[in-house]
């Protein structure tokens, strides 16, 4: 006999509670609304924010928990994660009332069209972790209040238009692992506080204006995996406090304006799988020790001012795919033994002053897709086991002094595609080795 009461009781129970019950995070909800409207483009098909109302159709009290792109705490109380990624939202922050979030723990805007600046408010979400404002289109600076998120480890304001300096207060993010900054126009130098951040695991300041020297207290970041502050206009040397990085797997410093030789400190470390110091005006030889690094993928030297010999001990580079040493000044003999770099794909040796023969043993670089050895003073005949490779999809040897004929063996390289060996002493002609392929 209760069952009909019950049936009864509960719409009622319902209705009682929709439209009138208020939550802890009602106010979260009246903020998140008030920053919708101000949003531009209303015409973002969205379905993907029409979950943002406050009477959704079985809502029992307000709170935008169940909201596209929002998620609470357990208890439901309170606001925790913001995902809003890759959604074309066109806006501002102004309107976006940071203080009414004391309990967000990850804010991700990436890949939206949001403009305009980062407002100083932002220091207000202090229970933050995670910030990833990337790939939009943010002007102005980076406030200096991001120094009060302190719980904050990943920070991504990479691929803006944000200019202005690195605040020094970053460094007081003691728990920071990720900082990206990448592709913005920061300038200024990079602050020497960073050193303080020993959790930081990826640094990544490339594409900005940065000036002035790599601060020695780099060489602190001891959890530091990948430091990538390419294509900015450091210069000075390369500090040899960085051979305290030993978890470092990336290292790119290309495209700036760093002199001095390379320390040899970076042959110790061994975690190494890519290492780019191209685009500098770095001198002196290849460090020796740089066959220590045996799991190094990728070694990009060139541009430089780079003289000496190409090491033989570079055989030791097992896992080398990629080695360029273009465009440097470097002389003597190509190593035999580079034969024994079994891995390698991309091989670029052009505009250097190497002489002598090409090794025989070039022939054993069985994965080689690219062979680029124009415009140095290499001579003797073109070894037969070139038709070896036959992987080989460009062939330059353009600009030497090599003599004889072209070997029939290219024959066999059935994927070639480009071919130079204009500017030598040759007999016969390409398309005479070539001439298979065509068939
Ligand atoms: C909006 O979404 C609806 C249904 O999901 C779709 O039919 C319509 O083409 C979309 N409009 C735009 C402008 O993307
Ligand atoms: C009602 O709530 C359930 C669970 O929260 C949800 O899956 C459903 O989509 C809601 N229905 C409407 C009409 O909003
Ligand atoms: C964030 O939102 C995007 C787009 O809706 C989605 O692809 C991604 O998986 C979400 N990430 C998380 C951590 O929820
Ligand atoms: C975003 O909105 C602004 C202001 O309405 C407008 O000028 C701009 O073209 C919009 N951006 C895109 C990519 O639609
Ligand atoms: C933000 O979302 C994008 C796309 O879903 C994702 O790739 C990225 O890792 C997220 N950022 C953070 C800090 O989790
Ligand atoms: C970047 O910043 C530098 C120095 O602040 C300035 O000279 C340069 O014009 C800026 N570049 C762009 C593309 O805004
Ligand atoms: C951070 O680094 C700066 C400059 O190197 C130093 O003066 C400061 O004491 C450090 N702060 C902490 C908390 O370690
Ligand atoms: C580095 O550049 C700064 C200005 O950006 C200049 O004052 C300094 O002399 C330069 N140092 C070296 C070693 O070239
Ligand atoms: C390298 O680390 C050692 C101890 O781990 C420290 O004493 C030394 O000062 C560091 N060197 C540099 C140049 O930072
Ligand atoms: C490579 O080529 C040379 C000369 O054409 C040949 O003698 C040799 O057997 C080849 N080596 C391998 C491993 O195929
Ligand atoms: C091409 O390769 C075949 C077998 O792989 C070999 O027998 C032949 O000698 C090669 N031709 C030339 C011209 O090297
Ligand atoms: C409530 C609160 O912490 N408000 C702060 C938000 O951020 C601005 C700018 O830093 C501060 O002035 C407020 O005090």
């Not at 728990?175 to 959790?199: T, Y």
Request: hydrophobic content about 40%; some cysteine.
């Amino acid at each position: 006999m209760g069952l009909p009461i019950f049936n009864i009781l509960i719409p009622f129970l319902l209705l009682n509670f929709s439209h009138t019950v208020t939550s802890d995070s009602s106010g979260e909800a009246y903020a998140l609304l008030n920053w919708k409207t101000s949003l531009q483009n209303q015409n973002l098909n969205s379905s993907l924010l029409s979950s943002w109302t406050l009477y959704p159709a079985n809502a029992t009290k307000i709170s935008p928990c169940s909201w596209f792109g929002i998620s609470c705490n357990h208890a439901g109380s309170r606001v925790i994660n913001i995902n809003l990624s890759t959604l074309r939202l066109n806006g501002t922050f102004q309107d976006f009332s940071f203080s009414s979030f004391p309990h967000l723990v990850n804010l991700n805007l990436s890949f939206n069209l949001f403009f305009g600046n980062i407002p100083p408010q932002i220091g207000n979400l202090s229970k933050l972790q995670n910030l990833d404002l990337g790939s939009n289109q943010l002007s102005g600076v980076i406030p200096p209040e991001i120094g009060k998120l302190n719980q904050l480890r990943r920070l991504y304001l990479d691929v803006n238009q944000l200019h202005g300096t690195i605040p020094p207060v970053i460094g007081q993010l003691s728990l920071i692992n990720v900082l990206a900054f990448c592709h913005n126009n920061v300038s200024g130098r990079i602050p020497s506080s960073l050193g303080n951040l020993s959790n930081l695991a990826l640094l990544n300041l490339n594409a900005n204006s940065l000036f002035g020297s790599i601060p020695t207290v780099m060489g602190n970041l001891k959890s530091l995996s990948t430091l990538d502050l390419s294509q900015n206009q450091l210069n000075g040397s390369i500090p040899c406090s960085l051979d305290n990085l030993s978890n470092l797997d990336t290292l790119f410093l290309y495209k700036n304006s760093l002199s001095g030789s390379i320390p040899s400190i970076i042959g110790n470390l061994k975690s190494l799988l890519r290492l780019d110091l191209s685009e500098n005006q770095l001198s002196g030889s290849i460090p020796l020790s740089f066959g220590n690094l045996s799991s190094l993928t990728m070694m990009s030297l060139f541009n430089n001012l780079l003289s000496g010999s190409v090491p033989p001990i570079l055989e030791n580079l097992k896992s080398l795919s990629t080695l360029g040493l273009h465009i440097n000044q470097l002389n003597g003999l190509i190593p035999p033994s580079i034969g024994n770099l079994s891995s390698l794909r991309t091989l670029y040796l052009y505009n250097n002053s190497l002489y002598g023969f090409v090794p025989e043993e070039i022939g054993h670089l069985k994965s080689l897709s690219e062979l680029e050895l124009c415009t140095n003073h290499l001579s003797g005949v073109i070894p037969h086991s070139i038709g070896n490779l036959t992987e080989l999809v460009l062939l330059n040897m353009c600009e030497n002094h090599l003599l004889g004929p072209i070997p029939k063996s290219l024959r066999n390289l059935t994927s070639l595609e480009r071919v130079r060996f204009n500017q030598n002493n040759l007999s016969g002609k390409v398309y005479e080795a070539l001439v298979i392929i065509q068939t």
